[in-house]
């Protein structure tokens, strides 16, 4: 049983007597244990109290209002949401009309996304559980202070702490220690959140935390997590969030509804998971019922990316399920549709689960739509139930229009499990008239159907159309052929095969792989170790384990054991497993020169490896450390659709393989999948790292940056964290505090590089503009990608990555000119 948070508050036997408020004694009573994993199959919930919030009265005049919209009644919010192809946004809305959603989405084509029904519109039936409405923070106006002295400052705060950025801010705060109190930080505070600036009233709050009179104080936090919430501010929402936790106290519903949200509106990686966390506590330890359109945002997030991605969300998108069904609220067609689709994907189907979905859209009144039929087809594909397969399809046929091209491709494969390949051509043939042209996806699985089924000069022949058809991609097919070819031995066929593939496509890790298994099984080993040291220089292609292990086999094979011990070593220092039947060939060729066969237990960083975490640092790099920082972890965080992203993991994870978890390191049959997330293990070796570049467990400058500034580091820095404009133009992202954004300026104009910096949300943007982009791209080209070169040089990114910086503008100067008071002061530092 995990520890419990009860929600209390001490109660005081006398009011506090101040010139500011005063907060009359109230009695709290204690939240019972909620065990924080409940059991979701309960059907009835029990019956629990709740932390009762009462408001903070002030002395006896009453307050104006403080905030704009009356803080008495539940404050409803409705979701509008549209989908950019991961994306979820959510938008709020302040009033009591009618909770209504209106999702529009693409049409999914060939790819397989879960579609929402346009119509998706929803009303609650059940009436929403408390929220904070009830809870306010009043505090007495200026003109009823008793000090003139205490009202001027007041006052005069008030005017100056919004005009200032986040250091001033605190300067000027730090300044006035002798005489601010609880209360009066508390005024200016609410007095920024009245005004609507409320993220000086969060760096107020800061500020207050960190005071000796400091005591918390749950409406205020509740009310500045709340707008910092609304305005998509999740990880300042979150520390707050997490201040209430801290005080063992149980956050608000609004704050836990509003976190949600603001969690499913932004696009950073983990933010959903984040969101699924957030709504689980808010039912498990708030004892809350969330609102239906909550309930319905989370779900159609999860189903939001593609099949593979999303059925990994299937136990979350289930627990959403039950809980629109026990608390009574509408369950929309959408969602039965949605779990059929997500329980469709799964490595192993739950028939039993669908037919009971099935049969509750039935009660429900809803009929089966072409997407569910679709889905029954996938599963029907996984399981090869042709009797299942060929009823669905016949309900398909029944809608009149063409059936969905996914159908046919589900169709191919069912047939293909039940040993059937010439049925699955035939789908393809009937595709082919009904269509004109079949799908991608259809002539993948058609080539693969047939190379299993080793039907040679059908698999060829398709081929060839789909070459001719001018189609993309093309290496998925080329891949079956070389492995149809590689089982029947014909490896001349293979090697023209692969030199085809070369021309048509780019170069692939699995495809180098199986030539060069072909090369070693016939012995040629001179054309062999040219192909793996061609995979070794190139950064898009690397090697792995397994193409350490077929060099190695033809080494030992052949006799070469003086080239068979470098081998080992490379796999030593990479940390690869060698298979069980080369070491005990390995361990007698390594026992004649007397060496015994030991991996090395110390782990060192090489001269390359730390320039390039240097600039990974810069770029946005990120150290997770323990709670005694002595253990350190480098996490590594990719974006899915950048272009420059794609290329750059793939030679990082092979580059760091040595220093990764376990759980990080691809399997021996993923040659190609690369993940978008993965991580080092904890080690001290990290610790410089950390505390130059991570202190307290946040992004940092050092001092001595401009040493570390080589060409290399800047050429990383500018891979993972930048990118060029069509103009032009390179932009580089930059975290830290202003003194070490100017250090890093200075070091850059030591280069004879001048630039501008412009401040957006909480990260600089360092821009090398005219000429000096060029001297840039001149001192970092020899060390960037071979890959990312062109795509670098023409400034071709995503939309994501230039929507980042589509709001700065560097024509009207910098932040760090040089007469900025902070270019000043490092120039008096040196």
């Not at 929600?7 to 924080?36: D, R």
């Not at 529009?104 to 029904?117: A, E, L, Q, S, W």
């Amino acid at each position: 049983m995990l520890p419990v948070f009860c929600s209390h508050l001490v109660s005081c036997n006398n009011t506090h007597t101040n010139p500011i408020c005063t907060y009359h004694s109230t009695t709290f009573p204690m939240c019972p244990a909620l065990s924080v994993f409940r059991p979701i199959t309960t059907a009835h919930h029990h019956r629990r109290r709740r932390l009762a919030l009462s408001s903070i009265t002030l002395l006896q005049s009453t307050p104006p209002n403080i905030f704009s919209r009356s803080l008495t009644k539940p404050r409803r919010l409705r979701t509008f949401s549209s989908l950019y192809s991961a994306r979820t946004s959510v938008e709020h809305i302040d009033c009591n009309a009618p909770v209504e959603e209106v999702w529009d989405f693409p049409d999914p084509g060939d790819k397989d996304m879960f579609n929402f029904d346009s119509g998706f519109g929803l009303t609650e039936m059940s009436k929403p559980g408390s929220s904070s409405g009830s809870l306010s923070v009043e505090v007495k106006e200026l003109e009823e202070l008793p000090e003139q002295w205490r009202r001027s400052k007041l006052a005069w705060l008030c005017k100056e702490l919004p005009a200032h950025k986040q250091g001033v801010l605190v300067r000027v705060l730090n300044a006035q220690r002798k005489w601010v109190r609880q209360e009066d930080a508390t005024y200016l505070a609410v007095h920024c959140l009245r005004i609507r600036e409320n993220e000086t009233a969060f760096r107020v709050y800061k500020w207050m935390r960190q005071q000796h009179w400091f005591q918390f104080d749950f409406a205020l936090a509740t009310k500045l997590a709340d707008y910092m919430g609304k305005e998509r501010k999740h990880l300042k929402c979150q520390d707050i969030f997490d201040d209430i936790i801290q005080q063992g106290l149980v956050p608000a519903e609004s704050t836990f509804h509003i976190l949600t949200v603001a969690y499913l509106s932004s696009s950073s990686q983990g933010c959903l998971e984040q969101a699924c966390t957030t709504y689980n506590r808010m039912i498990q330890l708030g004892g809350y019922k969330p609102r239906l359109s909550l309930h319905n945002s989370l779900f159609r997030a999860l189903v939001s990316n593609p099949g593979d991605s999303a059925k990994h969300n299937l136990k979350q998108a289930e627990f959403v399920y039950h809980n629109l069904s026990t608390s009574g609220l509408e369950i929309h067609e959408d969602i039965y549709r949605g779990l059929i689709w997500l329980l469709s994907h799964q490595d192993v189907v739950d028939k039993e689960r669908i037919a009971s979905l099935r049969l509750e859209m039935n009660g429900a009144g809803f009929g089966e739509s072409k997407d569910v039929l679709v889905s029954i087809l996938r599963a029907c594909s996984k399981e090869g139930d042709v009797v299942e397969a060929e009823s669905t399809w016949t309900k398909l046929l029944s809608f009149g229009n063409r059936p969905p091209s996914l159908a046919f491709v589900y169709r191919m494969e069912v047939y293909a499990r039940v040993g059937e390949p010439m049925k699955s051509l035939e789908i393809f043939r009937s595709m082919q008239e009904l269509f004109g042209s079949p799908t991608v996806s259809a002539f993948h699985k058609v080539i693969e159907v047939l190379c299993n089924a080793q039907e040679m000069e059908l698999a060829e022949s398709v081929m060839t159309e789909f070459i001719n058809s001018g189609m993309k991609p093309l290496m998925p097919s080329y891949i079956d052929l070389l492995n149809l070819y590689y089982s029947l031995g014909l490896h001349d066929k293979l090697e023209a095969t692969f030199s085809q593939c070369l021309e048509n496509c780019d170069p692939n890790r699995s495809m180098f792989n199986i030539y060069l298994k072909s090369l070693v099984q016939i012995g040629n080993l001179e054309k062999a170790e040219e192909i793996f040291n061609q995979m070794y220089r190139n950064e898009a292609v690397g090697i792995n384990t397994r193409s350490c292990n077929l060099i190695l086999r033809g080494y030992l094979s052949s006799g070469d054991n003086i080239k068979a011990e470098k081998i080992y070593n490379l796999m030593c220092k990479k940390k690869y497993n060698v298979e069980p039947p080369l070491m005990e060939k390995l361990d007698f060729v390594l026992s004649l020169s007397r060496k015994v066969v030991t991996k090395p237990t110390i782990l060192k960083l090489s001269s390359n490896q730390r320039e390039i975490l240097v600039g990974l640092l810069l770029g946005g790099l990120q150290i997770v450390s323990d709670e005694s920082r002595k253990n350190h972890a480098i996490q590594f965080n990719f974006r899915e659709d950048s272009a420059t992203h794609n290329v750059l993991k793939r030679y990082l994870h092979y580059e760091y393989h040595e220093w990764l978890a376990s759980f990080c390191k691809a399997e021996d049959g993923a040659d190609d999948y690369i993940p978008c997330q993965f991580t080092t293990i904890s080690h001290s070796y990290f610790s410089f790292y950390a505390d130059q570049f991570w202190p307290s467990g946040r992004p940092a400058i050092p001092k001595l940056i401009n040493r570390w500034l080589s060409p290399r580091a800047l050429a990383y820095w500018y891979m993972y964290g930048g990118y060029r404009t069509s103009s032009g133009d390179i932009l580089l992202r930059l975290k830290g505090s202003q003194e070490g954004v100017a250090k890093v300026v200075q070091a850059l104009k030591m280069k004879s590089l001048d630039c501008r910096v412009k401040k957006k949300g909480k990260a600089f943007w360092i821009g090398l503009l005219g000429s000096n982009s060029t001297w840039f791209w001149k001192l970092v080209e020899p060390f960037i990608l071979d890959d990312l070169k062109d795509i670098l040089r023409a400034g071709e990114q995503s939309t994501s990555e230039m929507g980042e910086t589509r709001e700065i503008n560097f024509n009207s100067g910098s932040d760090f000119d040089s007469d900025s008071d902070d270019y000043q002061n490092l120039q008096g530092d040196r």
